[in-house]
């Protein structure tokens, strides 16, 4: 796996119009069972980028709740295809760790 520089990472997504924050803000839908239990908390959703583009191995590794696990990986998938890494002229595959801050009413 590649750990990109933080301009390269930017610079990944084809849709240069969307960001990996931008997709998550508008269709993340905080579950109901949240805003009773966790009150303003962090998650982190990772993933990797393929050799072809494509978002694979998604998982949640750090979790406030199973509910907004699910929904984290439901946005996820939504994500556009991104340009494949480089290094060294070679294509390879990208490990991306997304820090997700809800504010949610107690």
């Known amino acids: 796996l590649h750990y ?3 301009r390269q990472r930017q610079m990944c997504i084809r ?3 969307k960001t990996i924050l931008a997709v998550f803000s ?3 839908k905080i579950p109901k069972t ?3 239990c966790c009150g303003s908390s962090l998650s982190v959703i990772q993933f990797a980028v393929g050799i072809d583009g494509k978002i694979k ?3 949640v590794v750090r979790s406030l709740h199973p ?3 699910k929904e984290l990986i439901r946005v996820a998938k939504l994500l556009p295809d991104f340009i494949p890494g480089r ?3 070679r294509r390879v595959e990208v490990l991306y760790n997304v820090p997700i801050r809800l ?3 107690q």
């Open 34 to 36: 949240l805003n009773s």
């Open 103 to 105: 504010l949610t009413d």
């Open 26 to 28: 508008e269709n993340l």
């Open 4 to 6: 990109p520089l933080r």
């Open 87 to 89: 290094s060294a002229g």
């Open 67 to 69: 509910d907004l696990d």
């Open 15 to 17: 849709d240069r119009d």
């Open 57 to 59: 191995n998604i998982k």
